[in-house]
Nanobody, 121 residues
Framework: QVQLVESGGGLVQAGGSLRLSCAAS????????MGWFRQAPGKEREFVVT????????YYADSVKGRFTISRDNGKNTVYLQMTSLKPEDTAVYYC??????????????WGQGTQVTVSS
């Protein structure tokens, strides 16, 4: 069992930066691939980025490539999402997830409660 808690969301102007954190409980954190997803009002949840259990492999959605960076610290049971050059269309609730990896939400077994990111124009 893994419990995930996101933090770091907030209100930022377009072009600004935010760093999201996702803290995991449980000793098995390091065996899971981790992902970030987001859901904007009235839209379906969408894949943002995933990182392998070791941190050696990452995969980004085209919409965030070059602007967002995922990393993880297995010693701290934490995964991070550094977001730069933020755009109003990045506004959403951001969720971290743990599981089998990939871009499909159903492959992730555990989800956080989400953190709101709002980018003003």
């Amino acid at each position: 069992q893994v419990q995930l808690v996101e933090s770091g969301g907030g209100l930022v102007q377009a072009g600004g930066s935010l760093r999201l954190s996702c803290a995991a409980s449980g000793r098995t954190f390091s065996i899971y691939d981790m992902g970030w997803f987001r859901q904007a009002p009235g839209k379906e949840r969408e894949f943002v980025v995933t990182i392998s259990w070791s941190g050696a492999s990452t995969y980004y959605a085209d919409s965030v490539k070059g602007r967002f960076t995922i990393s993880r610290d297995n010693g701290k049971n934490t995964v991070y999402l550094q977001m730069t050059s933020l755009k109003p269309e990045d506004t959403a609730v951001y969720y971290c997830a743990a599981g089998g990896g990939g871009t499909a939400a159903y492959k992730y077994n555990y989800w956080g409660q989400g953190t709101q990111v709002t980018v003003s124009s």
